[in-house]
Structures are given as C-alpha cells and as structure tokens.
C-alpha cells in the first residue's frame, strides 16, 4: 500500500505536511538574489549591446558619409575646373570675337541673345559680365552684379595671369529676388594677337545649384549638407530639416561663434568625426578653383541625429528586448526548477527519513485503513496499550481504544472530511489516560487512504492536575495565606489573603508595600531570623497608611531548595485579638500602635521638640535580654513573647508625654519628657519593682542619658547605649546614668 514516492510526486502524497516542500526564508533570499544579479546582469549586457549597436551604426554612418563626402569633394573641384573650362570656351566664342571687333547694337544683340540662351540651359550660371580693358563693365546679362569690381591682380599693369588662365573668386553672396545666393565669379583675359588686353569676361555661377547637381547622387535628401569658409562662415546647406542646436541655419553666420567646440577641431585636422550627446559629425577639408595667386580652402559637412539613428535601430532595439526578456524568463524559471528540484530531493529524503523513524520513535503511533482497522503499530503503542504488536494488527481502532460510538463516529467523519482530530481517552476503567489525534492520508491511488493515529499516556498529567485541584481546595482556608519569592514579590495567593489586603487576583505587588512602612523598615531583621531559624512571627499594627484596618498576627515560614538556600515564603496572616488587660486600658490612655513605634518616628517626634523641651528630657534604654536566653534559636520565641509581656506592663502604667520605641530584639528605648536625672531613676525603679511583681524583672537592664548640651538624636541614643554597658557591669541594681549633667 504504502510504495516509495519520486521526487515528482513527493509533494502530493504526504504522511504529515512536513514532509512538503518547505520553502525557508533563506532559499527565498537565495533565489531572490540570484534572479535579481541575472536581471541585473541582463540588462545591462542588452543596454550595452543597444549602446554599441547604436554607436557602431554611428561609426558606419560616419564611414560611409566620409567616404560620399571625399566622393563630392572631389566632383565639386572637377565641377569647379568644368566651369573655369567653360568660361574659357566663352571668352573665345565666335559670337564674342565678331562683337569685339565689331561692337555694333547688332553684334551685341546677337551677343545677348546668345547669353540668354546659356543662363537658361545652365541652372549653376547666374549671369556673364563685359569689361573692356580698363575693367570697365561694357556688357552685362544682368544687373544683381552692379557692386561687383575687377580684383586689382587682374587689371595691374603687373600682369601676371593672361591668355589661357582663369581667375576664380571667393565665395560671395548676392541677392536675387530677394534670395541670398552664394556664388563665385570666374574671370578670362580676352587677348588680341599680340598679348594686348581687348576685354575681360566675367561668369557668376551658383554655389548652392553646384552641390545640388552633385547631391542627390550620393546623400540621403534628408541628410545635411554643408558648405563652410576658411574662417566658418556658411556657404551653403542652410535649408536643414530639424538643424541640431548651435548649428548655423541662416547664410553668413559663422560655426565659430554658434559652436566654437567643434569648428576648433575643424580648423585643426583637414577630415574628421565629432560626437556630441545629440549628433554625430563629418567633416572634410576641400579646395576649389585653386589658382596662382590664391588658395581656395572650405569645409564640407555633414551631420545625423542620434535620434535618427536609434529610429534606424529601433527594430533591432525590439530584437534585442526581446531576447533579453525570453533569456531573464527562461533563466529565472531555470533557476527555480533548481531550486524546486532540490528542496524536492530534499522532501523526497525526509519523507524516506520520517517514514522510517515514524515507528522508532518515543510517540504512540498506528496506521489505519479507511476502514478503522490497524495495519501497522509502532513498539511506543504497544507498549502504552499494554498488548504485543501483533495483537493489534488487523484489529479495529475503535476496540483497541476503547472508544464510544459517537466518538469513533466524530473520528471517521474528520477523517473523510480531511480534518484533524483529537480527543482524550479513558482505557481500563480510568486506570489509563490518553490523548488521541488522527490526521487524514492518501496514496497515490486515489481510492486508497488511511489514517495516521498517534496518541500519549497522560495518566500522570491527568493526576498532576488533579492532585493541583485538591492542593487548591485545601489552599482556600480561612487563613490568609500567599507565596512569595525571597524578596517579597508575590507568586500565588489564596482569597482569604486577596481580600484581606484589598488586591487583585492577579496582583505581583510587594509584601512590604502591602504590609505598610513598620513592616518594611523590620525587613532586615525578619531576612536574618528566616535564614537563622527558618521561620519568622510578629505583629504589625494598622494605621492610616496600610490596607488593613485591624492589626494582623504574621507569620513566615522559609521554604529551602536542595542546595540550602531559601527558595520561597509562605506568608500566612490572621487578624489579632487583644488581651482583656490591653482593652481594659484606661481611656485616656492611646491605642497600642500609636504608644509603641519604631525607633525612626521616636526620632522624628524628637526632632519636633524645642531646645529648652529637649534640655529637660532623659532617654532610658531597657535590655530586657537574660544572660544566654537567646543560647538557642528556639529560644527566640519565648524572647519575643517576654517582650511583649514587659511592653504590656509598661504601657499600663506609661505617663503620660513619655514614648516608647522598638530598637531591636530585647531592647526598648523610652523618651522621658518633663524629667531630669532623679525623676528619670526613680521611674526607673518603679518599672524594676512593677515588674518583680510579675516575675518579669529577670536579667533587666537600665542605661539613662540625660540632655546637658545639644545634640543629635545618635549622640543621645549612643549615650544612653553608654549607660546601659556600665549598668550590665556594675551588678547591683543595674540601673546606671551616664551624661545626665554638664561636665
């Protein structure tokens, strides 16, 4: 039934969901960070390859227009060389020889005409100009010419250019029909037979119709191309479409001044490339009409937005995109089917590793068919249902734990719903306690499921808690009991100690803090009896700061670990009742809590008094301690109950004005007030004879101090503690005065 699964299907068929594919936040972080350094490193390899695809068809484009940029240079100069050729071929055209030897309106007509006919056959002639030999114009084809005067190195009488040569000019511009057009003249020496000047003929011809004629054979339409002087100035290519910034677009500015980077780099190499963040730049250095007296020098350039060539690069862009997105897709799915791949061996080992130890271990577990009888059991089952193995195979699960009808019926509802279940069972009569759940599985065989059942002895658990019950129960006494901790703080309390301090049920108050100030100034103390004795009893009397309203007998029992060392308290409390003789004080007389103090308020009431009060005061310590009554510590009892007896009779007959104090175990401190040193001994006598009465007076021992010069309340009380060592060694009444007079 149950057949060893692949890795393909470990995530389906699972015992517990553990077995799963458990994706950690590591190996989320891990694919994370590898996807992304591959998208990362994608991208910027494909803006890099569109980085250089572009700058490569930059480059390409730069090649090739350098090279149409030599290729025009070269037809412009031949062209250039034509015209001068043609000028020639005009100057000694026959129409031109009989006009000059005839000068006749007839031969001129002629003349004219003939002209006419030239300007309108070739587009690049703008107009032919007479001049005798005086450089005077004589005849014209038209007049946008009029301002144009012979060079001086032509009608010289230092003749240094005649006959077969042509004189060509700068490029200039003019103005036709309000159209600024650049040009250049070409100027013939017209020669009688003996080298004598007869005239001059001068042809206009167009700059602009010259580029035109050689343009479209070579560049783009939409390609610039331009024409710049010696010094940057424009000579032609100024109809741009969409020109880039700071180039020139209007004839006669200057590139130097719109654009200094780049004409600096002209004027410094013969050819060359530019590149800018908008464009990329063709230049080359050329020479037309080049003659004896000068050289004619210009630029021709060409330029491309880069946002022309990326338009050209656009589907490749596309191209490239989508291959880097195809190569991110497949290579992050590549990265997770290895990771899936090996978190799914992994499952598929642990699902091999809990299958196997699923019978091994310290849990009670069964296997069981769909139809509740148990097909395997582990040794941890059989051993807390007390039976052999063998002994439950095949046998029913309801049988085997024992259970109720409808609670075997709630078991298999769950488990054809898919859910967990769970529940705690009784086997033999209570004598055995477990918790039962049981988790839906499958195989691959849809038809086939089974039920994972594990359970736990929880006989002592059961009992623990029970037993926990009672020990509550017994708890909630009607005296009021708490646990604390060795400081004080409060770990578990009953409802006789809640409502008696008026706390919360969840209260961690402080003991001290809940047993008012006089409890927490004796803290000390009562710390040094529990780790003395163990245990600790007193009273602490209400007043206007505490919780209570009566005062409560205490008692404190120190509970200690293994090692010796107190562990916890168990403070138990019980509301005092007073003797018959305390109630039957007179009524003039104060209440208990507020006759006997401690020490600290003693000295607080002292420091109320004036000096001259102080001046007639004694201060009387009584050590109410027999010589080795204390030897043991339970003897420590039978001290404090002698002292509560002697506070008894001291407060019966306390005067009024005097205050007595608690000081320490066996010790009282008395404040005398209205006395002086005799008064003070013979009150002292009387509570020696008072106390003989009650058989109290044993090991009895009085130190007076008197108030002779100021003092603090230390310096008194150590006085008087001067008193009471000369008392103890003295022997005889044991009542001794120290400091009761000036010296």
Same mark, same amino acid.
């Given at each position: 039934?149950?057949?060893?699964?692949?890795?393909?299907?470990?995530?389906?068929? !699972?015992?517990?969901?553990?077995? /799963?594919?458990?994706?950690?936040?590591?190996?989320?972080?891990?694919?994370?960070?590898?996807?992304?350094?591959?998208?990362?490193?994608?991208?910027?390899?494909?803006?890099?390859?569109?980085?250089?695809?572009?700058?490569?068809?930059?480059?390409? $484009?730069?090649?090739?227009?350098?090279?149409?940029?030599?290729?025009?240079?070269?037809?412009?100069?031949? +062209?250039?060389?034509? !015209?001068?050729?043609?000028?020639?071929?005009?100057?000694?055209?026959?129409?031109?020889?009989?006009?000059?030897?005839?000068?006749?309106?007839?031969?001129?007509?002629?003349?004219?005409?003939?002209?006419?006919?030239?300007?309108?056959?070739?587009?690049?002639?703008?107009?032919?100009?007479?001049? /005798?030999?005086?450089?005077?114009?004589?005849?014209?084809?038209?007049?946008?010419?009029?301002?144009?005067?012979?060079?001086?190195?032509?009608?010289?009488?230092? +003749?240094?250019?005649?006959?077969? /040569?042509?004189?060509?000019?700068?490029?200039?511009?003019?103005?036709? =029909?309000?159209?600024?057009?650049? %040009?250049?003249?070409?100027?013939?020496?017209?020669?009688?037979?003996?080298?004598?000047?007869?005239?001059?003929?001068?042809?206009?011809?167009?700059?602009?119709?010259?580029?035109?004629?050689?343009?479209?054979?070579?560049?783009?339409?939409?390609?610039?191309?331009?024409?710049?002087?010696?010094?940057?100035?424009?000579?032609?290519?100024?109809?741009?479409?969409?020109?880039?910034?700071?180039?020139?677009?209007? !004839?006669?500015?200057?590139?130097?001044?719109?654009?200094?980077?780049? $004409?600096?780099?002209?004027?410094?190499?013969?050819?060359?490339?530019?590149?800018?963040?908008?464009?990329?730049?063709?230049?080359?250095?050329?020479?037309?009409?080049?003659?004896?007296?000068?050289?004619?020098?210009?630029?021709?350039?060409?330029?491309?937005?880069?946002?022309?060539?990326?338009?050209?690069?656009?589907?490749?862009? %596309?191209?490239?995109?989508?291959?880097?997105?195809?190569?991110?897709?497949?290579?992050?799915?590549?990265?997770?089917?290895?990771?899936?791949?090996?978190?799914?061996?992994?499952?598929?080992?642990?699902?091999?590793?809990?299958?196997?130890?699923?019978?091994?271990?310290?849990?009670?577990?069964?296997?069981?068919?769909?139809?509740?009888?148990?097909?395997?059991?582990?040794?941890?089952?059989?051993?807390?249902?007390?039976?052999?193995?063998?002994?439950?195979?095949?046998?029913?699960?309801?049988?085997?734990?024992?259970?109720?009808?409808?609670?075997?019926?709630?078991?298999?509802?769950?488990?054809?719903?898919?859910?967990?279940?769970?529940?705690?069972?009784?086997?033999?009569?209570?004598?055995?306690?477990?918790?039962?759940?049981?988790?839906?599985?499958?195989?691959?065989?849809?038809?086939?499921?089974?039920?994972?059942?594990?359970?736990? =002895?929880?006989?002592?658990?059961?009992?623990?808690?029970?037993?926990?019950?009672?020990? #509550?129960? &017994?708890?909630?006494?009607?005296?009021?009991?708490?646990?604390?901790?060795?400081?004080?703080?409060?770990?578990?309390?009953?409802?006789?100690?809640?409502?008696?301090? /008026?706390?919360?049920?969840?209260?961690?108050?402080?003991?001290?803090?809940?047993?008012?100030?006089?409890?927490?100034?004796?803290?000390?103390?009562?710390?040094?009896?529990?780790?003395?004795?163990?245990?600790?009893?007193?009273?602490?009397?209400?007043?206007?700061?505490?919780?209570?309203?009566?005062?409560?007998?205490?008692?404190?029992?120190?509970?200690?670990?293994?090692?010796?060392?107190?562990?916890?308290?168990?403070?138990?409390?019980?509301?005092?009742?007073?003797?018959?003789?305390?109630?039957?004080?007179?009524? #003039?007389?104060?209440?208990?809590?507020?006759?006997?103090?401690?020490?600290?308020?003693?000295?607080?009431?002292?420091?109320?008094?004036?000096?001259?009060?102080?001046?007639?005061?004694?201060?009387?310590?009584?050590?109410? =301690?027999?010589?080795?009554?204390?030897?043991?510590?339970?003897?420590?009892?039978?001290?404090?109950?002698?002292?509560?007896?002697?506070?008894?009779?001291?407060?019966?007959?306390?005067?009024?004005?005097?205050?007595?104090?608690?000081?320490?175990?066996?010790?009282?401190?008395? !404040?005398?007030?209205?006395?002086?040193?005799?008064?003070?001994?013979?009150?002292?006598?009387?509570?020696?004879?008072?106390?003989?009465?009650?058989?109290?007076?044993?090991?009895?021992?009085?130190?007076?101090?008197?108030?002779?010069?100021?003092?603090?309340?230390?310096?008194? &009380?150590?006085?008087?503690?001067?008193?009471?060592?000369?008392?103890?060694?003295?022997?005889?009444?044991?009542?001794?005065?120290?400091?009761?007079?000036?010296?």
């Amino acid at each position: 039934m149950f057949k060893r699964q692949t890795n393909k299907n470990v995530s389906k068929f !699972l015992l517990i969901s553990a077995q /799963d594919i458990q994706w950690s936040r590591q190996q989320v972080l891990a694919l994370l960070s590898q996807v992304s350094v591959m998208l990362i490193s994608i991208v910027i390899f494909t803006t890099l390859l569109l980085s250089l695809g572009e700058r490569r068809l930059q480059e390409d $484009w730069a090649a090739k227009r350098y090279s149409e940029l030599q290729t025009v240079g070269t037809l412009a100069s031949d +062209k250039v060389n034509f !015209l001068q050729f043609r000028t020639q071929a005009f100057s000694k055209a026959e129409l031109m020889n009989q006009y000059l030897s005839n000068p006749s309106e007839l031969q001129k007509e002629k003349l004219l005409k003939n002209w006419d006919g030239l300007l309108t056959h070739i587009p690049e002639l703008l107009g032919l100009s007479l001049f /005798d030999p005086q450089g005077n114009p004589r005849l014209k084809t038209t007049n946008a010419f009029d301002n144009v005067a012979l060079p001086t190195v032509v009608v010289s009488h230092d +003749k240094t250019m005649g006959g077969n /040569d042509i004189y060509s000019s700068q490029i200039q511009f003019v103005s036709i =029909n309000g159209k600024l057009i650049p %040009y250049v003249y070409q100027l013939a020496w017209i020669e009688n037979p003996d080298q004598s000047i007869r005239g001059y003929l001068v042809t206009y011809n167009s700059i602009s119709e010259v580029l035109q004629t050689i343009k479209p054979a070579f560049f783009n339409h939409h390609s610039p191309l331009l024409l710049f002087g010696s010094q940057g100035m424009l000579y032609a290519g100024a109809s741009q479409e969409q020109p880039l910034k700071k180039i020139p677009t209007t !004839l006669g500015s200057s590139i130097q001044q719109t654009y200094p980077e780049l $004409w600096q780099q002209m004027a410094n190499t013969n050819f060359g490339q530019y590149h800018n963040e908008l464009g990329t730049f063709v230049f080359l250095k050329v020479e037309l009409a080049a003659n004896n007296s000068a050289i004619r020098e210009y630029y021709l350039m060409s330029y491309i937005r880069h946002e022309d060539i990326a338009a050209r690069f656009e589907q490749w862009r %596309y191209i490239l995109i989508f291959f880097g997105v195809l190569i991110g897709s497949l290579a992050t799915a590549l990265l997770y089917t290895r990771h899936r791949y090996q978190l799914e061996k992994n499952a598929n080992v642990n699902s091999i590793n809990l299958a196997s130890s699923l019978f091994r271990n310290q849990q009670s577990c069964l296997i069981v068919n769909s139809s509740g009888r148990v097909l395997k059991a582990n040794r941890q089952a059989a051993k807390t249902l007390s039976v052999e193995i063998e002994a439950l195979l095949e046998r029913r699960l309801q049988r085997v734990l024992q259970l109720e009808d409808d609670v075997y019926q709630s078991l298999t509802d769950a488990m054809e719903n898919g859910k967990h279940w769970q529940e705690i069972v009784s086997i033999d009569e209570d004598s055995c306690t477990i918790t039962v759940s049981a988790q839906p599985g499958k195989t691959q065989l849809k038809s086939e499921r089974y039920w994972v059942v594990t359970f736990e =002895n929880i006989t002592e658990l059961t009992s623990a808690k029970q037993q926990g019950y009672f020990y #509550q129960l &017994l708890s909630e006494s009607n005296v009021a009991t708490a646990l604390t901790d060795t400081n004080g703080q409060l770990l578990k309390f009953n409802h006789k100690f809640k409502k008696l301090l /008026d706390i919360e049920a969840d209260s961690q108050d402080n003991v001290m803090e809940l047993l008012g100030k006089e409890f927490s100034q004796q803290w000390a103390d009562i710390n040094s009896r529990l780790s003395l004795q163990g245990k600790w009893k007193g009273q602490i009397f209400a007043d206007a700061d505490t919780r209570f309203a009566n005062s409560l007998k205490a008692s404190i029992q120190a509970e200690h670990n293994l090692d010796g060392e107190i562990e916890y308290l168990v403070v138990t409390l019980q509301i005092l009742k007073l003797q018959k003789s305390l109630q039957q004080l007179p009524s #003039q007389q104060a209440p208990l809590s507020s006759m006997v103090v401690p020490l600290s308020e003693l000295e607080v009431h002292f420091s109320t008094l004036t000096e001259p009060n102080r001046e007639q005061t004694c201060l009387l310590i009584m050590d109410i =301690n027999p010589e080795g009554l204390i030897s043991h510590i339970s003897d420590i009892d039978h001290l404090e109950k002698r002292q509560k007896d002697i506070e008894m009779q001291l407060l019966i007959d306390l005067p009024i004005g005097f205050q007595i104090a608690h000081w320490r175990l066996g010790s009282l401190v008395i !404040l005398l007030t209205s006395s002086d040193s005799v008064q003070a001994h013979k009150y002292a006598m009387s509570i020696m004879d008072r106390l003989e009465q009650n058989e109290l007076n044993e090991g009895i021992n009085i130190g007076i101090a008197g108030y002779p010069e100021p003092q603090s309340f230390e310096h008194y &009380l150590s006085n008087a503690e001067v008193a009471l060592k000369r008392a103890k060694q003295t022997g005889n009444q044991n009542i001794c005065q120290a400091f009761t007079r000036k010296a």
